[in-house]
């Protein structure tokens, strides 16, 4: 059976929400929060992000003052893309994210934070996902690093390590990467992207930024429940494609796979 149609079924799946349709509608106090992170995310956007990440912002046009709603985010993403949302109910397993990335469509949680996590949330929620994740989406060369991780990744769901490996590889690019821009330092991870604690953080003495080095990112453990002491930089996002392309020769050499 060919991966298309034994995907199939998750994305028939994925096309109708599996989550409550009274779930997915957002109240004033919502759309307060949405606002306010919104406004604080466009004020930093020049300062921290990267150019890739500032272009397809535009292109996307997310609504800054009220929550998006998904069906809305669907045609707009779609369109400039190919890629659709799915709602979840937080974080999901590895696996499932790395299934339905293969397809084209991206796990979003659907809850907005309240108002005491606005500087901070431990869990992501609908505005990290939205403002973090999906505009780059419409960036070519990133959907590609995104979807071919999806389809090795799921070649070693069942070994740990290599399972870990990828968790940290995820992390240290989509979450919170780095890239070298007109001679400073940019983010293009959505963690950092939507917490004005972690891009101060990402340019401070407190914290430490590496080249990107694969050996170094497999052996470098991080926390989602604070800032992040280290993070690792790449120079364009052609350096992704390479990242992908050597990484499974990496994995096999780290856990002696033949
Ligand atoms: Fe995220």
């Known amino acids: 059976m060919n991966r298309k149609k034994k995907l199939e079924p998750i994305i028939q799946n ?31 956007k020049e300062q921290y992000f990267c150019q890739e990440y500032l272009e397809c912002l535009k292109k996307i046009n997310l609504n800054p003052t009220k929550v998006e709603s998904l069906d809305q985010l669907n045609k707009k993403l779609h369109k400039l893309s190919g890629w659709k949302v799915q709602p979840v109910d937080g974080l999901i397993p590895l696996e499932k994210y790395m299934k339905l990335i293969t397809c084209k469509i991206f796990p ?27 505009p780059l989406l419409c960036n070519k060369k990133f959907s590609d690093f995104l979807i071919n991780y999806g389809e ?9 390590e290599g399972l870990k490996f990828l968790g940290n590889l995820l992390w240290y690019t989509s979450e919170t990467g780095l890239i070298r821009q007109k001679q400073s330092i940019k983010a293009y991870g959505g963690a950092i992207i939507t917490s004005e604690s972690e891009c101060l953080n990402m340019i401070s003495h407190e914290s430490k930024r590496s080249n990107f080095v694969t050996s170094k990112i497999m052996s470098t453990p991080y926390s989602h429940l604070k800032l992040q002491e280290h993070y690792f930089i790449i120079d364009s996002f052609d350096e992704l494609s390479t990242i992908i392309e050597n990484i499974e020769n990496d994995i096999r050499q780290q856990f002696s796979i033949s």
Do not use: C, N
């Open 14 to 44: 994925s096309l109708q929400y599996d989550v409550p349709s009274s779930k997915l509608i957002y109240k004033e106090p919502e759309h307060e929060t949405w606002s306010i992170m919104a406004k604080k995310l466009m004020e930093r």
């Open 152 to 160: 090795i990744a799921l070649k070693y769901v069942d070994l740990p």
């Open 108 to 134: 979003v949680a659907y809850h907005v934070r309240t108002p005491k996590e606005i500087e901070f949330a431990e869990l992501p929620d609908y505005f990290h996902d939205v403002f973090g994740h999906l």
